[in-house]
């Protein structure tokens, strides 16, 4: 009975299995037959295509309204096979379905009809080839993205160099504003699959044109839409990153990509000065709007210039360089500022020479140039364009003469797009050289010919460089008048990178040029009271970049730059703010304590910045130089600039030894190396010792009771004790493990606090004064700018708590107070006499810090006044020597 059971069982699954296996076999017939259909569909439409193109590209005439039926359905039945395969290759399930529907396509040589399509050797009409070819190109597009590199399609695709002959079709793109972009991202589609190993399977030498990829697309760069300029960008770049590898350089197609990057680069540099004008008539209008878009325009085109750059290909850089140094930076920016110099009225020129820019915006695109750009053989040759003394015949007939013409083909290659030729200012140059002139490179390049120049291995004629006088006659020209016009900080910080770019160059200024400079900068800062402190700022860094440039040996800029500082500037200011000390008093005297304490502790590294580039544009679009947040003026500007120039002027090493220190840094170490005048050694002890946190011995030492307010972030109070201090505000609480220890929990320095003397209801005293919970309750209000201890600030504060071992001595008059004042007797209230005032001390460079509160409260009315003269005597201690202090210092620097 069980073997029979078992045999039914094994019977009935048989049975399944073989179900399963039936119902299978149907789905699959019917899966084949379903592909078999659809690859015959497929086929009827490619037999059809096949008619179509045949009617479409043969010699045979027809008419236009035969013409306009078959291209229509030419178009609707290649879009359908183009889709349909690319469905089929998608289907990851079924691999062999793809393949299927491309044996029609490759069987009836469909592609050759494609090619034909967009070739149009009969000559339809303009408009309906038009259609057809974006139809053909969307279909090439769509077939690229979706076969795999290893099918059959992709392999008929490639071979052949049949890529290149679509690319180099001659298209009429005037018609059809879709066709140009469907080209271009052909074009693209190609470059991406290019490495190292396919390189080759593109380039076709025994055709005209070789590498179409590459000479076709980069003809329309300079095409007035903005997204075909993206195009023509990426796919250059892919190609150029494909040719970094240096076995590929001795390969015929890098050369071809070399001698075409020539004309490449040349129209680039056109259309880079095309938008440099129109940023010119933009501004000279007013015109913010195109101003904007202008500018932003001609700075994407320099940031492509800056990935060519970082291709790192050095003969690709070296064309690069040499035609932005050739047709762009020397002729138009430098010739633009050196040409308008001041006394340009008196040479004959005018302020209507239409082609030079104005000088405000030729230095702002100078300095945008120079902040956007990482070639640093750029920036050496326009640093020595304009900071040698002497330059070669032909370094100086660049500046001098008129820019080199646009070339012809930029016009031609224009109009097939339906652009109109417009010649413009910087097109009157030699008309009788060929283009092949305005393409090729020189014999020596410019870069090349500085910097054996600056060797002194220049066998070529050298004449007095003219562009150097013009900087300085400009650097001299700084007053209110320039720097309104926003001219005079793009000046200095133009100068500033330059003189950055030849420093780490590697390149000794010499010293006639750091002398001219320096006078001219000296003159600047002289004339502090009529310029904004945003243009002082970034004179002081061009100071800075100067003496860093010139101080070759060491010590030499000491030697150069130094004396004219201290005669123009640092005497006579000192001198002027000396008089003004003495002459006035009392309060006013107290104003100059804060303000020197306050530009003392600036750190220039924060002061001296160059504008950044956003600053910079809204600058030039304003027209005008709008101050920076927290500028100073009057007094207090003309103390920084006193304070920076000193601290310049001590910072540069003298010639007896010692290193460099004319960066930022050594000016940072040379401040925290000279304490403030008149600051005496009793503020850093007492820093020192009375740390908030850290346990200190105290011993017997006078102390106040209070009840602390305003502590970590204003929502705590505490009990504790002010200690009698001469330079700084402590209070303590005791230690819970060491009698006579205390843990300090506000230290901060009486010179930087506002006090508020008086009285204020508040609850009752219970913690401090148990016995007294009626007494008037009496308050001393504390402002703290910028605090150093935790618990005046949000963070969480110190732990406390427990006995108090110090209210004992509270009852006993104090026999030492601050200052060393000595108990005059038993019984005599020592502490009830007036109080000075107190200067206020709760901002810093202009700019209001975050400041702290503080209120001690007080039991008693004895308590309040003890309190009171503790911190007045200390604080008008401190305030008396700070002023000697100043006195002093003042009279230091004006004796020179």
Known sequence: QQHS????????????????????????????????????????????????????????????????????????????IGESIAWAYGQRQQPGLGEAFAQPFVDRRLRDRLKALLADARGMRRDVHSRVAAQVLQTIHILLQATPADSMLFCNLTAGWYLNDVVATRLDFRDNEDLLPL????????????????????????????????????????????????????????????????????????????????????????????????????????????????LYI???????????????????????????????????????????????????????????????????????????????????????????????????????ASPPRTPSQYFVIQASWGGTAQPGPFDQG?????????????????????????????????????????????LRSLDHGTERA???????????????????????????????????????????????????????RTLQELAAAADVPVGRARHVLVPPLRERVLNPLATELLHMLRRHGGDVQEAWVREFQEQWAQRQSSLWELPTQMRQRELLEQN??????????????????????????AALPSAEGGSPQSSLGGLEAEAARRAMPGLGDEEGDESSRYQPGVPVYIGKINRVRCLARGLRGGTEEEALYLLPMKATLVLVRPDDLKPFWAVPVVSETLRSMHFKFGAENAPALANIAPHAAHAEERTLSLEVPAPRSPALSSAPGLGGGGVDRLAHTLGSPASVLAGGVAAAGAGHDRM????????????????????????????????????????????????????DGLGAFLDEVASG
């Not at 049975?15 to 690859?39: I, K, Q």
């Not at 082609?355 to 030729?362: E, G, K, N, R, T």
């Not at 509160?853 to 200390?874: G, M, N, P, W, Y």
Request: proline share 4%.
């Open 832 to 883: 009830a006499m007036s109080v000075p005032a107190v200067p206020m001390l709760s901002q810093v460079a202009g700019v209001p810090l975050e400041a702290s509160t503080l209120s001690l409260v007080f039991s008693d009315e004895r308590r309040h006044r003890v309190a009171c003269k503790i911190l007045a005597q200390a604080r008008q201690a401190v305030y008396l020597s700070l002023l």
């Open 183 to 294: 080209w271009m991202t052909v074009v693209k589609d190609i470059a991406t699959m290019l490495n190292k190993e396919n390189l080759m399977l593109f380039f076709d030498p025994s055709s005209p044109t070789p590498f179409p990829i590459f000479t076709e697309a980069v003809r329309f760069y300079h095409h007035p839409v903005s997204q075909v300029r993206t195009h023509v960008q990426a796919l250059s770049l892919e190609i150029f990153f494909k040719l970094q590898d240096e076995d590929v350089w001795t390969e015929p197609i890098f050369q071809l990509v070399l001698q075409e990057s020539g004309s490449f680069f040349t129209h680039v540099c056109c259309l880079l000065r095309e938008f440099w004008l129109m940023s010119d008539v933009a501004f000279r209008a007013g015109n913010k709007r195109d101003l904007r878009s202008a």
């Open 298 to 400: 001609q700075n994407d085109i320099l940031m492509y210039i800056n990935d060519v750059f970082a291709c790192d290909i050095p003969r690709l850089s070296e064309v690069l360089r040499e035609k932005l140094l050739r047709v762009a930076i020397a002729p138009v920016l430098l010739r633009s500022a050196v040409l308008q110099r001041p006394s340009a009225g008196s040479r004959g020129w005018s302020e209507g020479q239409v082609d030079v820019l104005s000088p405000v915006l030729a230095f702002y695109l100078l300095h945008d140039l120079l902040a956007t750009l990482r070639s640093s053989a750029v920036f050496e040759a326009v640093a020595a364009l304009l900071l040698r003394s002497e330059l070669p015949e032909d370094a100086l007939r660049l500046v001098a």
């Open 5 to 80: 059971s078992a045999r039914n069982a094994f019977h009935a699954h048989s049975e399944r299995s073989a179900l399963s296996v039936l119902s299978a076999l149907s789905t699959l017939r019917r899966l084949v037959a379903a592909m078999d259909g659809s690859v015959r569909e497929l086929d009827v439409l490619c037999a059809r295509l096949d008619r179509l193109a045949e009617s479409l590209t043969s010699a045979k005439p027809l008419g236009a309204q035969r013409e306009e039926q078959i291209a229509s359905e030419a178009v609707q039945v290649i879009q359908r």
């Open 430 to 474: 030699d008309v009788a050289s060929p283009d092949e002139v305005l393409y090729a490179m020189p014999a020596l390049p410019l870069v090349a010919a500085l910097r054996a120049h600056g060797r002194g291995s220049f066998a070529g004629a050298c004449a007095r460089n003219w562009s150097l006088d013009a900087l300085e006659e400009w």
């Open 486 to 540: 926003g001219l005079a900080p793009l000046l200095l910080a133009s100068c500033a990178r330059l003189l950055m770019a030849l420093r780490e160059g590697g390149e000794v200024l010499d010293v006639a040029v750091a002398e001219r400079v320096g006078s001219a900068l000296s003159q600047a800062l002289s004339i502090h009271h009529q310029l904004q402190w945003s243009t002082l700022a970034v004179a002081f």
């Open 624 to 649: 005008a130089t709008p101050e920076l947040p927290g500028a100073v003026e009057g007094r207090t500007k003309c103390i920084r600039v006193l304070l920076g120039a000193w601290r310049f002027s």
